[in-house]
């Protein structure tokens, strides 16, 4: 299991990757609804609040289990993410 620092710092790389493409998305591709991205950008920094803090107070007991299930959880939230950001062009 990696450390606690490097998880944080995978998942805000994660987030910060796609808050840029949705930054760019936003400005640069014509046609792009503007408040559904800036909904997607407040949706990834609520995400990266979540998993930040769900990573800095782990469940005491079965940790294997806790983080097992933050990676799946944080894998699904990424995947509707990715789904939104594909959708924001008209």
């Not at 805000?12 to 800036?38: H, M, Q, R």
């Not at 289990?65 to 924001?88: P, W």
């Amino acid at each position: 299991m990696a450390s606690r620092r490097n998880l944080k710092k995978d998942i805000s790389y994660v987030i910060g990757d796609l808050f840029t493409e949705c930054l760019i998305y936003k400005e640069l591709v014509p046609g792009t609804d503007k408040n559904a991205a800036d909904e997607l950008i407040i949706e990834l920094l609520k995400i990266d609040d979540e998993f930040t803090t769900r990573i800095s107070h782990t469940e005491p007991g079965n940790a294997k289990q806790y983080y097992r299930t933050l990676y799946k959880d944080f894998n699904e939230c990424i995947a509707q993410v990715t789904e939104k950001l594909v959708k924001l062009k008209k």
